[in-house]
């Protein structure tokens, strides 16, 4: 029986579609915009269902199972564009390469080629490492830990400034301040970053904070 | 800059979920994607709760529940990466995996329940009285919402998304056409919608 395939979005968003169904619904959602942002709306609805039950807590070991399990599944991290010690040279140029296109920083390096700012000089070393932070930018990672930072966003509003961190170990400690603009920011950063270390930006008052008192704009992946 | 170099915050030598208090859920599904598992359990501290209380309404039984908790964490802690190609909440997706993992499990256990308002059992809890006012709050505004919609669309939803029923099974349980049952389920959703973003639900929810 032919049925109208938008109004499964309802009974989707509820779970409430049998197998086949639910195969056919996802196959027309990767072709209908109109359903995916409908779906998007009714998900969240459904979702805050979750908070109308009245639970009791779970079990605590339940969250130390669920650790250790996850800790035994680990999965790899997804392999970014790096250089090997001994042909650093070419490997360290895709990098950036794939860098410039991945970030949208054709111009930015199309018109600096000949600049050895610092987030290249980071990328041209031997064993260098390039990790993204959330689509904005990237961090340059040297094997002694020497880090760079370029990120893209607009000025910094006045009195406040960007200021760059590095967790590890959960701890964030400050990287470094720096004013954004219409071109892509480019920030030495002030800590080494180890193996397992994560950078992020946030905005804060001039001058810089000793820990984030805002939310992170942007969080890179950890530096493997 | 080296006022602040000469001042950094006190190391410390494990990494405790407080740490990562200030990071919003999403930077925190970032960091699981990276494979931090600290994110993984801070994000466990702040929806676990809710998680679990959902995964025993549907599956009425501690063991299922648990397993359904654990395999939507997961899930999470698998597909993180695909959640950053998503525009969702991080709330709405984390409890989405936890519904699914639910459902899956009552199907498959073929214990399937309709009765929509029967309570969950309550037990003895050790968290603080701020979390629990904060989750009494939410309770109570959902289910305000919950009941100021027409009895039908109410019944639909709850027996679709507490009673893990399909809408065919629903339509025969009803002994009303199928077509009724999804417009009672996007009527009840949407409306749903609109009342808890009249009540301010969405800024007291974790984001």
């Given at each position: 029986m032919p049925v109208d395939v938008h109004s499964l979005v309802a009974p989707y968003a509820l779970d409430s579609l049998g197998d086949e169904e639910e195969r056919g619904f996802e196959q027309h959602l990767a072709t209908c915009e109109r359903c995916r942002e409908e779906l998007a709306g009714l998900r969240e609805a459904a979702a805050s269902l979750a908070y109308g039950v009245a639970g009791p807590e779970p079990p605590t070991a339940l969250k130390e199972r669920i650790l250790t399990q996850a800790r035994a599944e680990r999965p790899n991290v997804t392999a970014l564009p790096r250089g090997r010690r001994g042909r650093a040279a070419p490997l360290a140029a895709a990098a950036a390469l794939a860098a410039a296109v991945a970030l949208g920083f054709g111009v930015w390096s199309a018109t600096r080629p000949a600049t050895r700012d610092s987030f290249s000089a980071v990328l041209a070393q031997p064993g260098a490492r390039l990790v993204p932070l959330d689509g904005r930018g990237a961090v340059a990672v040297a094997p002694d830990g020497t880090a760079a930072l370029a990120f893209t966003v607009p000025p910094a509003p006045a009195g406040k400034a960007y200021e760059a961190w590095v967790i590890q170990g959960g701890t964030p400690k400050p990287a470094g301040l720096f004013e954004g603009g219409d071109r892509t920011s480019v920030l030495d950063i002030e800590q080494p970053v180890r193996r397992g270390a994560v950078v992020a930006v946030t905005l804060e008052r001039?001058?810089?904070?000793?820990?984030?008192t805002q939310t992170p704009l942007a969080v890179s992946r950890a530096v493997s | 800059m080296t006022a602040l170099l000469t001042s950094p915050p006190p190391t410390s030598g494990s990494k405790g979920p407080r740490e990562l208090a200030h990071l919003t859920d999403e930077a925190l599904i970032s960091l699981v994607a990276s494979s931090d598992d600290g994110a993984l359990a801070e994000l466990y501290d702040r929806f676990g709760r809710v998680a679990y209380g959902l995964a025993l309404r549907i599956l009425r039984d501690e063991a299922l529940a648990q397993d359904a908790v654990q395999e939507a964490f997961l899930a999470l802690w698998h597909s993180a990466d695909r959640f950053l190609?998503?525009?969702?909440?991080a709330s709405t997706w984390i409890l989405t995996l936890v519904h699914r993992r639910s459902v899956d499990l009552v199907r498959r256990e073929d214990?399937?329940?309709?009765?929509?308002?029967e309570r969950a059992p309550e037990a003895a809890t050790t968290s603080t009285a701020e979390d629990e006012a904060a989750l009494g709050f939410q309770r109570r505004v959902v289910q305000e919402a919950l009941r100021r919609l027409p009895a039908e669309q109410r019944e639909a939803l709850e027996l679709g998304?507490?009673?893990?029923?399909?809408q065919s099974e629903l339509a025969e349980r009803l002994g009303q056409p199928l077509g009724t049952i999804k417009s009672r389920m996007f009527a009840g959703l949407t409306q749903l919608r609109d009342l808890l973003a009249q009540a301010g639900l969405e800024e007291s929810l974790p984001t």
């Open positions: 001039d001058g810089g904070a000793k820990r984030p | 190609a998503e525009r969702a909440k214990r399937r329940r309709g009765e929509p308002l998304y507490y009673g893990g029923l399909t």
